[in-house]
């Protein structure tokens, strides 16, 4: 095979693979916590990504939520601030459903678990269509992706969205790695991880413990969809085919 065509998928499929491994850490968060497969992953990443949007967006009168947009000063936000504004967004969401659905379910078994989380997805896809429409929306690139906006290796074009990524990405997994090993919360959080009956005897909060992980796994979601979202254009089952692949890499 010819190197500059083999450079050249390897650096095409970085992008992807950065998407896909922060959906498979989303996945690994709660998994490791709760022994659960959230099958609405995906599906939450793609809502807090239509967030960001309306926050790009500003007040629209004929736009779902652009009228609340307009009550927060400073809206419209730049990009960078709409997807850390969506990235919030997304981690309230993801510990609101652990605390209202997850949890009074705790003594239910895997299978009723995971069948709240197939009729969240299911329940969260047709909200989207509902509000924003099943046609795909043009979401705009945190980092330079135009023409000639590339890294030349060996003839092969590395393109600075997919540096820009790596980055966001290796920084993001810096900061958790400091917030699970020095801090308390990160602490307790991998104690509930090995034992939550045994973490709840020396005196760890098991409940918000597990909401504070499904925080930090849609935060994970969020920031993947947003990122993906000027690649793969913005519609309600975005995220529903890297969920598969998140799936196989997790």
């Known amino acids: 095979m010819d190197l500059v065509l083999l450079l050249q998928r390897v ?15 989303a996945l690994v968060i709660i998994f490791r916590s709760t022994g659960l497969l959230n ?37 419209p936000f730049t990009v960078p601030l709409a997807i850390v504004g969506a990235v919030l967004c997304g981690m309230a969401a993801g510990a609101a459903t652990e605390r209202a659905l997850i949890r009074p379910l705790g003594g239910a078994s895997d299978l009723a678990l995971v069948n709240i989380t197939i009729g ?15 046609g795909p929306r043009i979401f705009p690139a945190i980092f330079p992706s135009g023409a000639g906006q590339h890294f030349t290796i060996l003839g092969a074009r590395l393109r600075y969205s997919t540096v820009g990524v790596w980055i966001v990405l290796l920084s993001v997994l810096i900061l958790l790695i400091l917030l699970l090993r020095h801090t308390r919360v990160g602490l307790a959080f991998r104690a509930v991880s090995i034992s939550p009956s045994n973490a709840e005897l020396v005196g760890v ?3 918000p413990t597990l909401m504070y992980g499904w925080a930090m796994a849609s935060g994970f979601g969020a920031l993947a969809a947003c990122l993906s979202a000027n690649s793969v254009l913005l519609e309600p089952n975005m995220m529903l085919r890297v969920l598969v692949y998140a799936f196989a890499a997790a």
Do not use: C, H, K
């Not at 650096?11 to 850490?25: G, V």
């Not at 299911?122 to 429409?133: D, F, K, P, V």
């Open 120 to 134: 969240l997805l299911l329940a969260t896809n047709s909200l989207m269509a509902q509000w924003w429409g099943t």
């Open 205 to 207: 909060r098991v409940g």
């Open 39 to 75: 099958f609405a992953q995906g599906e939450m990443a793609t809502f807090t990504a239509y967030i960001a949007f309306v926050l790009l967006a500003g007040p629209q009168p004929r736009l779902t939520g652009g009228g609340l947009a307009g009550l927060i000063p400073g809206v």
């Open 11 to 25: 650096f095409d499929a970085l992008f992807n693979s950065a998407i896909y491994s922060s959906l498979a850490l």
